[in-house]
């Protein structure tokens, strides 16, 4: 069973950054497709960035946030600058078996969650 811990959160300002880890253990990491997900307070989950071999982001992050792995440590990373108010969210780390995917469904194994904060 596929364990995923999520670090990094915090209380930033409008046009600062944040990094965001995601350490995974329990299974073969190389095996999965890892996305970040985030969920702000009345709203639905939504799709922010997923990495495989290549990498997919949503519009509304794309330019902004970075996703990148790395395999030798099973851990998945979201480098996220230029933040804004409408960030704000808690954050979740994901993995799938079926690569490619960008709905919550696909995703079988979640973890906790991280709170990010950006104040205007």
């Known amino acids: 069973q596929v364990q995923l811990v999520e670090s990094g959160g915090g209380l930033v300002q409008a046009g600062g950054s944040l990094r965001l880890s995601c350490a995974a253990s329990?299974?073969?990491?190389?095996?999965?497709?890892m996305g970040w997900f985030r969920q702000a307070p009345g709203k639905e989950r939504e799709f922010g960035a997923a990495?495989?071999?290549?990498?997919k982001y949503a519009d509304s992050v794309k330019g902004r946030f970075t996703i990148s792995r790395d395999n030798a440590k099973n851990t998945v990373y979201l480098q996220m600058n230029s933040l804004k108010p409408e960030d704000t969210a808690v954050y979740y780390c994901?993995?799938?078996?079926?690569?490619?995917?960008?709905?919550?469904?696909?995703?079988?194994?979640w973890g906790q969650g991280t709170q990010v904060t950006v104040s205007s």
């Open positions: 994901a993995g799938s078996t079926i690569w490619g995917s960008s709905t919550a469904i696909s995703y079988r194994y």
């Open positions: 329990g299974g073969t990491f190389s095996n999965l497709y």
């Open positions: 990495i495989g071999g290549s990498t």
